[in-house]
């Protein structure tokens, strides 16, 4: 076969399943669920929600349970507390409870608060359970061979049907000339009515409680499964599903003409009464009963999400979703992933790999028409299609294959650029023709509202009625758009960067006042709001927003490859990149992105392949085929989910349900736990948490909030769903975790539980209390002590000083007074060595004085202290005519009385003084005394000759220096008109 006849076979081949899929029904993302995410085994055989959200899946391993990020084997014990790893083959949730059956008929229940396993006991005289079902009440139904139980509460029968020897059994309704009930029996459902369906190899039989009577509802036909919705019953069988009305047994065909529904094992109908069936052979099944279309998803089909193979079991969530048990794992589809509609076909043979979708536009009829790769032009639909290549016969052949630009004019005429020029095909006439006189790269077009058109590439070209007119201004740089402002202006957009251009003059010139980094910028596309606002798509810079001479580059999208952008209907643009799609608000600016987490197959688009139809829905064209979206569909976001805790470890220990700890037992797991208490020696908490109707990919954020440690939410790592609790100190300590799908909306339903670690013996009151106790009691008794020796002291100081004053003194005064008597009787010679006697011993006295001042209790005052500094100055001073002015500024009388500094204090105060008899020859003498809470601030200066600060100091200065250094007081003295010595003393 020739190369070209290849190609166009390939061409046809492509065109029809192009053709074909792009009108058929939206596709569902499927993401999927295997041993990586904690799964014990590949096989799912067996799927069920509990009341809590989360999802529980069967396996020839055991149970094991999603929490929203992984599968947990471990949450399940026997009575012996042994894993429980038996081969679930049939699995239903009722309360709090899991019902079971295992590959050996063993029924039991999983109480989900626990993890406990109850049994139960074999229905002696019969043969094993077949299949089991729960009613609305909570109780359960089981079938055999044959034989049907309802099993109560407590575990026993209420009711036990023998259908070997009631006067229903099959044999008697053979008898009648109606089949028997199905023998084995396959799979059996409860209605609303509280009638029990049961379907097998013989047909559907239903059992009547009001009428205690089996009802043939189909006979004559095998049955596999069948599921009570609503007042309807499906039932797959042989023949196909039928639709049985529950309350007159009509039965209603499903009209689909495919072979895929026949021989089908198992049928679900979901909340949009979607009918799903599966089998062994074509994957799964969705008819629409709403718009009475089917959807197959098949192992390795051409879908962009495709399922595992073999399916062995189908449930859909509360929240919608749908979960398919695979032997390669789980497959989960929800809502918020069928938002996205994918046309094209992805084909392992390279000769058909036509997706990759380069322009994109629309005629005047609402076709689309679309560049594939391979640079075949094709226009979609149900019609036959119309393919535009060089490979095309007749009047369809498109001369040049490397395409650029479709564009439809106001005549429906279908523009093509290429690398060679621009080609117009005239749908009327089927034909395809050379524009005239445009010759190199055509990129872009721009139809005028006088129906000039201009077309761009490395030269502007303009076309008045379809004949060429001029070729205008000329680049050495390629660009992709010409944007009308008005008035004869344009703006270009391209490779070069941004420019304005004059049509008129013919003038092209920079935008003033852009930035560098736009000038530079390789542009891709330029979309105009209903603001008058420019916004530029480039590659590597992200988005750039023109409103009148102010630029903005949008943040955090600096380095995004952006191809170009379309405006919905309610205020927002949506740009196409290498890494999604961009959802930016005209209002605010706020940038949305949606990705594989909302659905879309492929993140990667490419430039000049996007458009919006009349109804509002907006194209993308892409490396995967064409994504067509609505943009009120995306309006609604996820709500926030609800958040649960999953697992408690202590130490990393964790903690299951019976556990004793110090002064702690779990009773119930964690996520049905609302407060725990630990004693001060479990201090090292962790606490997991999930979300269980999140999927891994959704991106699920979390935060945490520890009041009692602080108030402040804190956002968790992207992944992380442990939270540590280290070096708790005894009190109560309330958690809380959130969690959110876009960081905004944090959900209400949250995880809160309450901890309380208590206190150590030495933490509690009556520890603390005892401890004050103790403290007080030897308080008081070292008070007692010291009280007593103050006492003694004191009793001494006093003794001293009436000794002093009535011995002493005594003896010291008539010293003195006899001195006196011996200076006026004796002679001149003798005199003066009495004086010096009467002298010396007045000296003495009023040293006697000032200590007994000093001992005296009653002395023990700042006030007096001043006092008898003020009297001794005085009176020494006044003795010798010198004038003293003694100023004093006392704000703390008795407070803070210091009895170790009365006496040096007195002491520096008196030699000061002395030093001025003695040496300073002044007249006057000017005493300042300042007294607060802080300090004590003492200055005595004179008007005397002062002293030569070159001599050695006497012993007068040398003794104060001492005293003051003992205080640890600062002292200052200075000569300059006198004398000034000041002392600062802290207090």
Partial sequence: MQYSHFRLISQVLTTFLVSFCAYSPAQIAFDHLTTEQGLPVSSVLALAEDSFGFIWAGSPAGLARFNGHRFDADLVFEPDRSPFQKMIIELEASGDQLVFMTRGKEVGWVDIRTGQ?????????????????????????????????????????????????????????????????????????????????????????????????????MTGIQASDIQIHDSFAYSTTSAGVYKIDIHNYKQTLIPIDSYDFLGTNQIMVDQSYNIWATSDNYGVNCYSQHNQTLVTYRHKSNQPFPISAHLLSMMQDRSGRIWLGTNNGINVASKERQRFDVFGSHSSQQSLAENQVYSLCFDRSGKLWAEFESDRVVRLGKDEPIVLSPDAPGNRRLPHDIVNKLYVDRKDNLWIGTAAGAYIYNQTADQITKVEGSTGLISCFSEQDSGDMLMGGLSIMEYVQGTPARTLQVTSLPFVEIMPLGDQHYFLAGVGGPYHWDRSSNQMERPQNAPEALLKSLLLDVHKDGRGRLWLSSYGQGIWVIDDDSYLQLPKLERERVYGGLADDVGHIWFSTDNGILRISEKDLAIKRFDRRHGLPITEFNSEAFVKADDGSLYFGSHWGIIRFHAENMRAEPRPPKVLFTELLVRNQRIRPGDQLKRFSLEHRIEHTSQLRFSHREDFVSLEFSSPSTLPKDGTRFRFQVAGLSDEWVLAQLGDHQLPLTDLRAGTYNVRVQASIDEHSWSPHEAHVSIVIDPAPWETWWFNSLVVLIVFAIGAGFYRIRVGQELAVARIKQRISDDLHDDVGMVLTHIAQTAQLGQIKSQDETRSAFEQIGELTRQVIQQFRDIIWTLDKQNESWSTLIARMRLFASSSLKRQGIQVSFQREVTLRGESWRADLAHPLFMIFKECIHNIIKHASATEVDIEVELNANRFYLVVHDNGKGFDPLVPAGKGFSSIRSRAKQMNAQLDITSNDGVKVSLFLPL
Avoid: R
């Fill in 117 to 217: 396993v109850a049994y139960l006991p074999h229905l002696q005289d019969f043969s094993a359970p077949a299949t089991l079902a729960c009613d609305g009440p909570g109780s359960l139904w089981l079938a055999g061979k044959d034989w049907l139980a309802k099993i109560d509460a407590d575990g026993k029968p209420s009711q036990l049907l023998d259908l070997k020897s009631t006067p229903l059994s099959p044999e008697n309704l053979s008898a009648t000339g109606q089949a028997g009930v199905s023998d084995p029996i396959h799979k059996m459902d409860v209605d609303t009515l509280g009638g029990v369906w049961v379907v097998g190899t013989k047909g559907v039989f239903k059992w009547d409680v009001n009428l205690a009577e089996f009802q043939p509802v």
